[in-house]
């Protein structure tokens, strides 16, 4: 217990030193996830509206599909996503494997189906309120698609950290694509993964503080926001 | 025209007046049946343009459900529903309007409801912020235009959902049960609209409970029991003095209970 205590007191010291390897670390961790979680609500918003809004051929099969990709292993998406991007994949003349932006399409994959998927839900329950009205005013796809989006805004919001949390803390798919170079690709979770292997537990757990303080900073000002949003009756 | 209307009061049928009027709606043995219920059998109605009809009948008489045949929000298992001589389309709804029962209003301010519904309808810059502003003073909610409109009272809401329908200029306007959950005041505000609509030119189809309602606002009068027609007539000769039972039970506060 005394050590615990004593690594605990080195990590904090650590975080609050502002030591340049881990800000770089956590500075890094933050553009990929934050990068992949935007590319995955500009795909995952309307795909999800229009699933949850329109009926067309094929839309149960859209569902199960999203469903079902919601709960990809990491390891796999990692896998499937170093096979396109390696030398001899059909995506590898662009070189991406082991740079920050073969983390960010690792993500994006792993983070779209959540977003479409729980999109689907939300915009499906405002769409039972709305369909009729959006039918009687005439109301054409686009701008109905645009509409349930933008009331569904604050309900959105908790579908897009949903998608970050998911992100954020993702280890697997990452480690794959990125490499853990450092300086490179190295991000919290996988620098976390592999100090803690080679003992260096000051600065794990350093980075699980800071991941700790990032996912609770996160969920505040999305509950914070939410709920003056309630409160003018806006979700 | 109201007092032709109303000076024929025995006059059994709304087709058989002496009303020179377009007939702007028509249905022709319009019915709808699911899961073999049949929730609405032959209606043979003809609306004329600038009359106002209410609509009245029990729970579940499937007055909800003529509306909405009516207004073409869902198609009919049987008949037609012809908006001047035509088949309803998509783009003769939009001569049309509805207010629901419950206001379904968006997640935004009172002001940008209207805006929103007038965008739809390809009103753009300052015509439409003048019909904003119109529609607003006429629904009494200039000072309450920039709340949320779903934190307003239930006379207001109802009030601003009557006023967007009405912006967007329909030649007929829909209303199922727009007062059933208001007060006295808030159900007259709603009634004054819908007259001077109507005084503006627009046809009223209005699903009421309220016989006072439909003695005020009714020219002509559909009674609907079992998804049948009971009675139609003369708005106030069909609540004087209702011919079939269904609609003699509404008078006498009775419950129809057909044998
Ligand atoms: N789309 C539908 N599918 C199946 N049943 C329906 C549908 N719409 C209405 N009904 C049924 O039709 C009957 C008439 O409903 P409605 O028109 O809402 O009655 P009301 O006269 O009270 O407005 C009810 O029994 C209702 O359950
Ligand atoms: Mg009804």
Not at chain 2, 10 to 35: C, H, K, M, W, Y
Not at chain 2, 99 to 108: A, D, K, M, N, T
Not at chain 2, 230 to 242: N, Q, R, S, W
Request: aromatic share 4%; net charge positive.
């Amino acid at each position: 217990m005394d050590s615990f205590w004593n690594v605990l007191a080195s990590a904090v010291g650590l975080v609050f030193a502002f030591d340049p390897d881990l800000m770089e670390i956590v500075g890094l961790s933050m553009q990929v996830t934050l990068s992949a979680v935007a590319i995955a609500c500009l795909i995952g918003f309307p795909l999800g509206a229009i699933a949850g809004a329109f009926r067309f051929p094929g839309r149960t099969l859209l569902s199960i599909v999203l469903n079902a990709l919601m709960g990809l292993p990491p390891v796999v998406v990692g896998l499937l996503v170093y096979l396109m991007l390696s030398a001899s994949g059909p995506l590898g003349p662009l070189g991406l494997l082991y740079t920050p932006t073969a983390m960010i399409i690792a993500q994006t994959v792993l983070v779209t189906p959540i977003v479409a998927a729980l999109t689907k839900q939300v915009v499906e329950d405002l769409y039972q309120e709305y369909g009729e009205q959006f039918t009687s005013l005439g109301v054409g796809p686009l701008d109905r698609v645009m509409a349930l989006l933008w009331d569904a805004r604050y309900s959105l919001l908790t579908v897009a950290l949903a998608g970050f949390g998911r992100a954020v803390a993702e280890v697997g798919a990452v480690i794959i694509v990125g490499g853990n170079i450092n300086h490179v690709t190295r991000v919290m979770t996988t620098t976390i993964a592999l100090e803690t292997s080679k003992g260096n537990l000051e600065l794990a757990l350093a980075l699980g503080v800071i991941l700790l303080a990032i996912a609770f900073a996160v969920n505040a000002l999305v509950m914070t926001l939410r709920a003056s949003a309630v409160r003018a009756a806006y979700a | 025209m109201r007092n032709l209307v109303q000076d024929t009061a025995s006059t059994p049928s709304i087709s058989a007046l002496p009303d020179t009027r377009e007939v702007l709606l028509e249905t022709r043995g319009l019915g709808f049946e699911t899961n073999g219920h049949h929730l609405l059998t032959d209606i043979d109605l003809q609306i004329r343009r600038g009359s106002r009809t209410v609509i009245m009948g029990p729970n579940g008489a499937g007055k909800s459900l003529l509306l909405r045949l009516m207004h073409g929000l869902i198609s009919p298992t049987h008949g037609d529903v012809l908006w001047r001589g035509h088949a309803l389309n998509k783009t003769a709804r939009k001569d049309q309007a509805m207010v629901f029962q419950r206001p379904v209003l968006l997640r935004r301010s009172a002001r940008a409801n209207l805006k929103f519904a007038l965008g739809v309808r390809g009103e753009k810059g300052g015509k439409r912020n003048g019909l904003i502003q119109k529609a607003l003073t006429a629904a009494g909610l200039s000072h309450l235009a920039n709340r949320p409109a779903r934190v307003l009272s239930g006379g207001e809401q109802q009030r601003l959902a009557t006023v967007r329908a009405l912006a967007c200029q329909p030649d007929i306007l829909f209303l199922d049960e727009p007062t059933a959950s208001l007060d006295p005041a808030s159900t007259a505000a709603i009634e004054q609209l819908i007259l001077e609509a109507n005084a503006n030119g627009i046809t009223i189809i209005l699903v009421t409970h309220d016989t006072g309602q439909a003695s005020r606002l009714g020219q002509e009068l559909i009674f609907l029991q079992d998804g049948e027609i009971a009675e139609i007539g003369p708005a106030h000769g069909v609540l004087k003095i209702p011919q079939s039972a269904p609609a003699r039970a509404l008078r006498d506060g009775q419950l129809f209970v057909k044998n």
